[in-house]
C-alpha cells in the first residue's frame, strides 16, 4: 500500500520568511496529492492539491510541486504570517479505484512575529 | 450547507464502556470516511462507505470496533468495550465522489473521546 513520509515534523520560521515542507510517496501510481492545514483544536482543510499531471500549481501565497520520478512533492509558503502556524499534512491516493487517503504524519509549523 | 456534523463533541467514558460516536455527512456527499487522530500515529483512516456499503475497514483496528451506515445521511461508529488506548479525536468526513478523483473530502469537527 501507499506510504507517505513527511519532514519536518516542527518548522519554526520568522514573519516573513518562506516555509517548505516536503512529502516522499512509495506508489508510482499515486495520482493526486492534497495538502491540508489543522489548526488546534480544529478540523484539517484542505488548502491545495495537485493532480499528478501537473508539476507546480499556486495559490497566492502558498504553492505546491510535484516530481513524479522521484516521488516527491512539496508544499511553498511565502511571506509567512503568524496565522499560517497550524499543523500541515500532505496525503496521496493511489489511482486503481481506491479513495484512501493516506496522510504523512504533520508538520507542526510556528511562525513567530 | 452545515457541513459535515458529528456528535458528540467530547466523550469521557470509563474503561468497559460502550461508545457511539454519529455523522451526518454533507448532503449529496457519496463517500463517507471515518478516520482517528492520535500523537503517535497521525491521521488513519479506519473505514470508508460508498452509497451507504462499507468499501475498506482495513483500518479498523479489531473486533471492538464496528460502523454502520444504514443511510444517506447518518453513519455510526461504534467501541464496544472501549479501552484506554481508543483516546483520541475521530473525524467523520465526507466527499461528492471519491478523494482520488479529486474533490474535496469534508471534515466534520471531530469526536474528542477519553477513556478513563
Known amino acids: 500500500g501507499e506510504n507517505v513520509e513527511q519532514h519536518p515534523s516542527t518548522l519554526s520560521v520568522q514573519e516573513g520568511d518562506s516555509a517548505v515542507i516536503k512529502c516522499t510517496y512509495s506508489d508510482s501510481a499515486s495520482n493526486y496529492f492534497p495538502w491540508y492545514k489543522q489548526e488546534l483544536g480544529k478540523r484539517p482543510q484542505l488548502i491545495i492539491d495537485?493532480?499528478?499531471?501537473?508539476g507546480e500549481k499556486k495559490d497566492q501565497r502558498i504553492a505546491v510541486t510535484l516530481n513524479k520520478t522521484a516521488k516527491h512533492f512539496s508544499l511553498h509558503i511565502t511571506e509567512t504570517q503568524p496565522e499560517d502556524s497550524a499543523v500541515y499534512f500532505c496525503?496521496?491516493?493511489?489511482?486503481?479505484?481506491?479513495?484512501?487517503?493516506?496522510f504523512g504524519k504533520g508538520t507542526k509549523l510556528t511562525v513567530n512575529p | 450547507d452545515a457541513g459535515v456534523i458529528q456528535s458528540p463533541r467530547h466523550e469521557v467514558t470509563e474503561m468497559g464502556q460502550e461508545v457511539t460516536l454519529r455523522c451526518k455527512p454533507i448532503?449529496?456527499?457519496?463517500?463517507l470516511f471515518w478516520y482517528r487522530q492520535t500523537m503517535m500515529r497521525g491521521l488513519e483512516l479506519l473505514i470508508y462507505?460508498?452509497?451507504?456499503?462499507?468499501?475498506?475497514d482495513s483500518g479498523m483496528p479489531e473486533d471492538r470496533f464496528s460502523a454502520k451506515m444504514p443511510n444517506a445521511s447518518f453513519s455510526t461508529l461504534k467501541i464496544q468495550p472501549s479501552e484506554p488506548r481508543d483516546s483520541a479525536v475521530y473525524f467523520c468526513?465526507?466527499?461528492?465522489?471519491?478523494?482520488?478523483?479529486?474533490?474535496?473530502?469534508?471534515f466534520g469537527e471531530g469526536s474528542w473521546l477519553t477513556v478513563v
Open positions: 496525503a496521496a491516493i493511489p489511482q486503481g479505484g481506491s479513495e484512501k487517503l493516506v
Open positions: 462507505f460508498n452509497n451507504n456499503v462499507p468499501i475498506d
Open positions: 495537485i493532480r499528478s499531471n501537473v
Open positions: 448532503s449529496g456527499h457519496d463517500y
Open positions: 468526513a465526507s466527499s461528492s465522489t471519491g478523494g482520488g478523483s479529486g474533490n474535496t473530502i469534508y
